[in-house]
């Protein structure tokens, strides 16, 4: 499926909005750019805005005054739903206290089933991946990741081994194995390559679906003291 394409503000609007986002409701915000709420939380999040601490107090201060107002009219008009509506508050609240406040050192983990536990694992895993998935795609057209999430790229010794392995199962037909353990068995063309793969990189060949025999391998003479590495891209 594809996405539809968000409008691209313009400088002066961007400007506007670094200016105003700080003080200015995001309904108001994105009446005037003409934009999503979604989109605005995406530029504001993009552009490291953030709320100012007084607009912060000032809008909890209204709901407060608003949700007091309410109340206060349901008591007049009508007590019995005002008393129900106190009474269910108070149970919630109560439940809610009892469910979330952890002692020192005890998480979440001991009040739940182990198949309830294993599909929060489960769901935590996805989300971090699929976090790790939009960052790698933001870094490979040039923005910058969104979080501080590792972006678990390997590091140029494991990408380099990794190349290696990958140009023996193609070029010779070696099965990869963990770490440097290369298998091979009769579909393998068997190259005298081995030996530089197991001087210089510490590679270890041994046959598939054999027990593994401690032997030492010897370099021909005419190897040895050669220096450098194999091209392997």
Not at 178 to 202: C, F, K, N, P, Q
Not at 213 to 229: A, F, H, I, T, Y
Request: aromatic share 10%; proline share 4%; charged share 35%.
């Amino acid at each position: 499926m594809f996405e539809k394409r968000r409008r691209e503000l313009t400088e002066k609007e961007t400007a506007w909005l670094k200016e105003h986002y700080k003080h200015t409701k995001n309904g108001d915000i994105a009446e005037r750019l003409g934009i999503s709420g979604t989109h605005l939380a995406v530029l504001a999040r993009t552009l490291g805005l953030k709320k100012s601490r007084q607009f912060m107090e000032r809008m909890q201060a209204n709901a407060k005054e608003r949700a007091d107002e309410w109340r206060r009219r349901l008591k007049e008009e009508d007590p019995e739903a005002y008393e129900e509506f106190t009474a269910k508050a108070r149970a919630n609240l109560d439940a809610h206290r009892h469910e979330t406040v952890f002692r020192k050192g005890e998480g979440p983990k001991p009040r739940m089933t182990e198949a309830a536990w294993a599909e929060r694992s489960r769901k935590c895993r996805e989300a971090l991946a699929a976090l790790r998935r939009r960052d790698r795609a933001r870094t490979a057209i040039g923005l910058k990741p969104l979080t501080r999430l590792s972006l678990g790229y390997p590091s140029k010794e494991r990408f380099a081994l990794y190349q290696r392995k990958w140009h023996l199962r193609k070029a010779y037909g070696y099965i990869p194995g963990e770490g440097l353990t290369v298998y091979y068995d009769e579909g393998t063309r068997r190259s005298s390559m081995e030996h530089l793969y197991v001087a210089r990189y510490g590679f270890r060949f041994e046959p598939l679906g054999v027990e593994k025999v401690n032997k030492e391998v010897k370099l021909p003479p005419s190897w040895e003291g050669k220096q450098g590495g194999l091209n392997t891209m």
